[in-house]
């Protein structure tokens, strides 16, 4: 109930295309989704995060989608550029008080082509 | 925004010989902080949590003996691999965030790259 599964594992982009990112998860608690973003040997950077109470957020060329019936969030990323080209995580999480820990999903490496 | 700064980003290190990695919060207090693990082109495998001033909570399967957590202040935490082998070479990355308010966001370390030879 504590997973999170995202897909596809990798996805290949030509410029200025529309990257899209899929993850599920089981648990109803969690209210809190970011993406992070992750280049070779660097920790994992946040890039956009949403809460159950809307169903889209954006911020630049990136926008997440959210679909709670189905449990389901999306990342778009619009006019893709070759350095978004990186491995992307999406997570979910508790927002209560104090620190709780983030599930990840398994990763997407994403390769946006010139 | 918050920062979590990590040192150091890559060490190499004798088998058999201990490492530490220090993770500090810059410009907020970090109640806790999360260390992972991650190998190459997987995801990121939570290790323990550690609270500041009391013992840390490791994850199933993850050897407490092994892997040290100390988070003594409210700045700094450090994960100490002991005795390490090459098997525990990995990607190692701490996280927190800035505790109370709306403020969700979870900030990594740069992660830390040990290689055990």
């Known amino acids: 109930q504590q997973q999170v599964k995202q897909s596809p594992q990798s996805l290949i982009v030509q410029k200025g295309g529309i990257s899209i990112i899929n993850c599920a998860y089981e648990n109803t608690a969690f209210d809190y989704f970011p993406w992070y973003q992750q280049f070779p040997g660097k920790g994992p950077a946040l890039l956009i995060a949403?809460?159950?109470?809307?169903s889209e957020k954006k911020e630049g060329r990136f926008t997440i989608s959210f679909n709670k019936s189905a449990k389901q969030f999306s990342l778009h990323i619009m006019d893709s550029q070759p350095g978004d080209s990186a491995t992307y995580f999406c997570a979910a999480g508790l927002s209560g008080q104090g620190a709780q820990k983030l599930v990840f999903g398994q990763g997407t490496r994403l390769t946006i082509n010139p | 925004g918050a920062v979590v700064s990590q040192h150091p980003s890559w060490v190499i290190c004798k088998s058999g010989t201990s490492v530490k990695i220090e993770c500090r919060s810059l410009d907020f207090q970090a109640t806790t902080m999360f260390w992972y693990r991650q190998f190459p082109k997987q995801s990121l495998m939570l290790m323990a949590t550690s609270n500041e001033g009391s013992k840390a909570t490791y994850e199933q399967g993850v050897e407490k003996d092994k892997f040290l957590i100390n988070h003594a202040s409210l700045t700094l935490s450090t994960l100490t691999v002991t005795s390490a082998h090459p098997e525990d070479s990995s990607f190692y990355i701490c996280s927190s965030r800035p505790p109370g308010g709306r403020d969700y966001g979870y900030t990594f370390g740069s992660g830390t790259r040990l290689t055990v030879v």
């Open positions: 949403i809460r159950p109470d809307v």
